[in-house]
Each structure stands twice: as C-alpha cells, then as structure tokens.
C-alpha cells in the first residue's frame, strides 16, 4: 500500500510548543483536562478492573434489536437520516424528551427544549451563553468532575459549596451568597446533580430542594439541574427534581439518553427559559450546526417500539445488583478506617480513607495490581478531596467488582500499615460503618448530614 502523502508526528516536541505557544488563547492557560479522560487512556489495557469511568454498560442493549432498528431506518428513512437537521433537534427527538421528562413528573414546554450532543454540550453551551472571564460560578464539593474542565475553560471562578449525605449545604451556599453579595458579585448560576449525584452517589434532600428553589426565585439566580441518573434508582423514594418545584423560571434542566439507552449515540438536552434558550440555540449553532441526525433517527425508532422504560428497568435491575456487590464488597475488603456512601440509585459509590492517605498516589500504586478508580481530587477545583474515591458499579459484572474491590482494599491496608509502621502510631481506628442501605435516611454518609 502506498503511504499517506502525510504522517502526524506522534507527540510534539517542546520546540513545536514554542513555535504555537505565542499563538494560544488567554483559557487556554487555564483549560484542564479531565482526570477521567486520562484515566480512561491507561485503563484500556484489557488487564485492568477499571472502576474509574462512569460507563453505562451498553452490552445490556439487544444486538438484534439495535439491527431491526437501524436497518428500518436505512429502509425507510435514510436521505432524511443521513442530513443536516435543525439546530433545536427534530420534534419528534422532543417528543420523547417530553415523555422521558414526563417519567419524573416534568411538564416542559416543548419550545424550551434543545437537543444537544450530550448532557456535556449543554453543559458546555450554558457556560458559553453566561460566563464571561472571572464569573462566579457555584457547584457542589465535591462536583461532576468533567463539569470542571468547562467552567475552567470559561474562565470561571469556581465556588465549591460542601456536600454531605443530604447534597448541597443550602446553609453554607447561603453564606456564600451572603458573602458575594457584600462583593457586589452575582453568580452566573449554582450547578447542582441533585439526584444520586455523580461522583457522591449522594441525593439532595426534599427540604433542601425547597430551599434552593426558593433562594433562587427570591434572589433571581439561575439554577442548573444536572439529571442523567434521576430515572436509575434502585431503592427508596423518588423526589420532585428542582425543575418540577421551580416551574422553570429559574432553573434550566439538563438531561442525557446516555445513561437510559446509549453515551454512543451522543445526544443529550438542555430545557431553559425562552430568552436564555434563544442564545444558547445561536451558542449550538456555531458549535456543531446541529446534533446528529441518525442517533435522533434512532433514538425516534427506540421510543416507537414503546420499550424504552422496559430497558430502563431492565439495565437498573442489572445496576441494583451491581452496586449490592460493590457494597457487599467494601464492607468486606476496605478497612474499616474507610466510609463510603450508599447511593439509592445512579452509578457511583464515593469511599473516604484517612486523611493521610492521598488517593492519587495510591492510584499510582493500584494500578500495579491492575485496578483504577478516580481519585477524588478530580471533583474539586482547589485540590481538595485527596482522600477520597469515586468508585463506578455499572461497567462490569459483580465478580469483576468484587475483585477490583479487593485490590484496592489491599493497597489500602498497606498504606495504613506503613503509616502506622512510620509514624509508630496506631492508626486511628474508625467504627466500620453499618450496613443500612436503600431505605431512606440510613445512609452510611460521608459526613453525615447536619443542618440543612
Ligand atoms: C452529571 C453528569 N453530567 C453530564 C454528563 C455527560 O453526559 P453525556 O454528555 O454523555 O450526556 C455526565 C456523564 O457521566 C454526568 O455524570
């Protein structure tokens, strides 16, 4: 075979930063990468028990019927499937966007919708429309960790508000409100996983919903829910999301089909009201013009064949099952100065180690037994969580789960060894947290809530 007439170098070399260096934009200093991003790079190796990302697992779906599927729409549909579509997305994309919504109890207006490409891109799409350089932007602590490259590449000032078992402090967001407002500063908007949060696992309680909604009608903010886990629970009851209380004045909603049917096929929503919506359509359309025509073709046919709540229910059987292993697990094989939460739905567990343990460094040394997860620094802005881990439940099978939990328990007990064997004290001994899962308040918390 002939060679391409042009081979890309495979890294740059530092002369070849210096000559681009001085052509950089301003964000680009302060662009960072997503630790999971990484991650996912050294976790490819097919040895590795990888409990970092947060990947559905898309092997649920039936082959045969994602063929029927695609081949009715090559059938029936392929000139208009494989075209440019509307910047706002197809109607009938909305339509189930609608129902998906309708399934929480949500009502929006199908005129406040947009059809992005992933949650990601409304994520990204809501920073482009109100985030000027040196905004104050609020998020939970800790927070989406692939939320925090986009405010950083907005040039945000992130504000992290602290979380606990019940979800955000609504006590100290108000304090920090309090404190902006005597700066005379305004944040663009607080950005909240109320519901089985990622990387917490944790949901923010119906007391505290209330207040936040309230705040922001009172102070005119604007609140940005983050749902892509709401429909996945696998015990206790379901509460209203913030959109629901507010009505949609002040809250603007974003939500995926990525953890319902498929990441692959890239499509995700955002819902605000009509004169945020307005800029974030012109936003999308110097983006990526539109959002992929087959993936809505094929998200259409999926509505169609109304299953698509079946294979919900089916893939969250499969999670329940999954997160009882890794519980089972960790109640197993963590020691016990290690708590962890116990999430009554979505894809994460978040563990917290003693404080002299850095879960980077021993991330570093999990790796040598061919076991990932995030460390929990990836969801802070300012280096916090070093302690802490994000463990993933729905990638692979329980046995895969409970061996990744044992390595990593082991290199754990070894970290704790050696600081007791360095520091001649005995580590301090935590009690092991009970097993009081999926009924309600009993979550074992990483720090228990308190206040509101
Ligand atoms: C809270 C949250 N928001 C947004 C996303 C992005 O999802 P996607 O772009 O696949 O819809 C994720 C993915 O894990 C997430 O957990």
Request: glycine letters at 8%; charged letters at 25%; proline letters at 7%.
């Amino acid at each position: 075979m002939p060679e391409p007439p042009h081979r890309r170098r495979a890294h740059a070399s530092s002369s070849d930063l210096e000559r681009y260096a001085g052509l950089f934009a301003e964000r680009t200093r302060v662009m960072r990468s997503s630790a999971m991003r990484d991650l996912m790079a050294v976790t490819a190796r097919p040895e590795v028990i990888s409990l970092a990302g947060g990947l559905p697992d898309t092997s649920t779906f039936p082959p045969q019927t994602f063929a029927a599927q695609m081949t009715r729409i090559a059938q029936e549909s392929a000139a208009e499937a494989l075209q440019y579509g509307p910047t706002e997305g197809f109607r009938e994309t909305v339509d189930c966007i609608v129902e998906v919504m309708g399934a929480e109890g949500m009502l929006p207006d199908p005129e406040d919708v947009i059809v992005t490409t992933g949650g990601q891109q409304a994520i990204d799409l809501v920073c482009k429309t109100l985030v000027d350089p040196g905004d104050a932007v609020i998020c939970e602590a800790p927070t989406y960790p692939g939320a925090i490259p986009v405010f950083c590449s907005y040039q945000a000032e992130t504000i992290q508000i602290e979380c606990d078992a019940a979800g955000m402090r609504i006590d100290e967001l108000e304090d920090t409100l309090e404190r902006l407002e005597i700066e005379g500063r305004r944040p663009k908007f607080i950005y909240s996983v109320p519901t089985f949060q990622n990387p917490a696992g944790v949901t923010m309680s119906l007391e505290r919903r209330r207040r936040l909604v309230e705040i922001a009608r009172s102070r005119e903010l604007l609140v940005v829910e983050d749902n892509p886990y709401g429909l996945l629970r696998y015990g206790g009851e379901a509460l209203p999301p913030l959109y629901q209380l507010d009505g949609g004045d002040f809250v603007i909603y974003i939500g995926t089909f990525s953890k319902i049917l498929s990441p692959g096929i890239r499509l995700g929503w955002a819902v605000a009201p009509p004169p945020v919506m307005e800029k974030v359509v012109l936003g999308k359309q110097a983006s990526d013009l539109c959002t992929s025509t087959l993936t809505q073709y094929f998200v259409r046919e999926h509505f169609a064949s109304g299953r698509w709540r079946e294979y919900v229910e089916s893939v969250g059987a499969i999670y329940r099952e999954r997160r009882d292993a890794m519980l089972a697990a960790l109640e197993r094989y963590f020691p016990a100065q290690a708590s962890w939460t116990e999430p009554e739905g979505g894809l994460f567990v978040w563990a917290t180690l003693p404080p002299y343990i850095d879960t980077s460094d021993l991330l570093a040394k999990a790796l040598r037994e061919d076991v990932a997860f995030v460390p929990g620094q990836a969801a802070y802005v300012d280096g916090r969580g070093r302690n802490s881990m994000r463990l993933n439940f729905s990638a692979g099978g329980e046995d895969e789960i409970r061996e990744g939990i044992r390595r990593i328990g082991k290199t754990i007990a070894e970290q704790v060894e050696l600081y007791g064997a360095l520091t001649g004290e005995a580590p301090e001994v935590a009690p092991r947290p009970q097993s009081q899962r999926s009924d309600g308040e009993n979550v074992v918390p990483f720090r228990k809530a308190e206040g509101a």
